[in-house]
């Protein structure tokens, strides 16, 4: 089942993601496997990260991977978990 995940990241730049972006895009194999949608938005406080996923699974393995390299670019922590909730339904227009 696919799920919505939304992370809030307070004190997060937009230069820490995208230098976190761009570690991952050069990781050998499929890094966001199971990513089925993805969006960054900076705020006043830092940064939401809004994201689709094919299954809670797909989910945590990406967690598991980027939370090293986060620390590694001095991230802040997330100000708590992410939200999660279970998808009805989704379409791409076009797709």
């Not at 696919?2 to 972006?21: H, I, R, S």
């Amino acid at each position: 089942m696919a799920v919505f995940m939304k992370a809030v990241l307070p004190g997060t730049t937009v230069e820490q993601y995208d230098a976190l972006n761009a570690e991952l895009q050069a990781l050998p194999g499929d890094t966001f496997a199971g990513c089925l949608s993805h969006v960054c938005v900076p705020t006043d406080a830092g940064l939401e990260i809004y994201d689709l996923w094919e299954s809670q699974e797909a989910m945590d393995t990406f967690g598991a991977l980027i939370m090293p390299i986060a620390e590694k670019h001095g991230m802040p922590s997330a100000s708590g978990p992410p939200a999660v909730s279970p998808v009805h339904r989704y379409w791409v227009p076009g797709a």
